[in-house]
């Protein structure tokens, strides 16, 4: 399966969605992590070797690729209008984090405009969802409102997730009360692709 993470915005957890799914499905199948963001984070992420699957640039993957059974695709905020149509070609599943933030909620509604023309399979994770307050209720309301697919399993706000890739781990490496909360959140999202 090929999947895509893709936003119109910056700082959405994209990088911290593609690792955490990475990492849910190298569990079941070899999985190629491709970094196809210029910043290269996730491949800043695995250099210290801890990640529990394979990271490749967009350059070095193309002779990667027919290794591995699943391929999660980590891309750069603001792709231009003929990156997203690739990506919606290329890819069995894009996925769109969203945090509840009324901006990002509406680039991601900008998002989708743009790709339901290209007929793409596509699905909004809500991202970063701070549970002391009703936002990621809110947003729930507002997306389920204009009918987009959105996956069940919200990503919650946790400073594990803030601190792992300095340590060069997934979350569930990372010693904190609620990296298993973390972990569990990501697998959830996984069971639902896979579902
Ligand atoms: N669920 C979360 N809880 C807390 N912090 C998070 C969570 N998800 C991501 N972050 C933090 O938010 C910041 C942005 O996340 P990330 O790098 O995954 O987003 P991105 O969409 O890939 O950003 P960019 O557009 O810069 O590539 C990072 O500091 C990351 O550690
Ligand atoms: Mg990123």
Redesign the pocket.
Same mark, same amino acid.
């Given at each position: 399966m090929i999947i895509a993470?893709t936003?119109l915005?910056?700082? !959405?957890?994209?990088?911290?969605?593609? !690792?955490h799914l990475a990492a849910y499905f190298q569990t079941i199948a070899p999985t190629l992590l491709i970094d196809a963001?210029k910043?290269r984070?996730a491949l800043v992420w695995s250099k210290e070797d801890k990640l529990p699957f394979y990271v490749a640039s967009q350059a070095g993957s193309p002779g990667l690729i027919s290794k591995f059974t699943h391929i999660i695709i980590?891309?750069?905020?603001?792709p231009e209008p003929e990156e997203l149509e690739d990506l919606a070609i290329g890819s069995d599943l894009l996925i769109l984090?969203t945090t509840p933030n009324h901006l990002d909620l509406d680039s991601t509604v900008k998002a989708i405009e743009l790709l339901k023309p290209l007929k793409a399979n596509y699905k909004v994770l809500l991202?970063? !969802?701070d549970s002391r307050t009703i936002n990621g209720r809110e947003a729930r309301k507002f997306l389920e409102a204009a009918q987009l697919p959105l996956f069940k399993t919200d990503?919650?706000?946790? !400073?594990?997730?803030?601190?792992?890739?300095s340590r060069g781990v997934i979350v569930k490496d990372f010693p904190d009360e609620r990296s298993h909360l973390?972990w569990s959140k990501y697998v959830a999202v996984g069971k639902e692709i896979l579902r």
């Open positions: 993470i936003a915005k910056g700082g !959405v957890g994209k990088t911290t969605t593609a !690792v963001d910043n984070s980590d891309t750069q905020a603001r984090p991202t970063k !969802v990503i919650p706000l946790l !400073v594990a997730f803030q601190r792992s890739p973390g």
